[in-house]
């Protein structure tokens, strides 16, 4: 049995904002959901978890990812993304998709590559 379910442009909207992160980073989640940011302790998301909850962002331009992350949290400073980045390597800049680099969770890293690369390569095998 296929369940179809119908969604309102508003309803569709709403449900791309809230996957993106991008719900206002500083409010509480609404009482019926669970955290879904973790944090540091401090009540500020890990940016591990905003690029592991957003399968990645778009890192071509480095000086477009701290922006990216600052729009998905509430009191992360560029210096924490280097210090996710460089010291504790818990995310990683890589061509993980669509021949562009992205910002994705070290964790992430090997099933991504598994699941993106044969197709990346494929495609430039005529070049």
Known sequence: MTTTI???PAETRRFRVLSQGLDAPDAPPPASSSSRKPSDGGGHPQ????????????????????LQIRARSAGLTA???????????????TWAMRGTLHLIASADQAW?????????LAAGRGR
């Open 6 to 8: 119908t969604l309102s």
């Open 47 to 66: 940016i591990r978890d905003i690029v592991a909850q957003t399968g990645g962002i778009q890192a071509q331009d480095m000086n477009a990812a701290p």
């Open 79 to 93: 210096a924490d993304l280097h210090r996710a980045l460089v010291e504790e390597r818990s995310i990683v800049r």
């Open 112 to 120: 991504m590559a598994a699941l993106t690369g044969p197709p990346a």
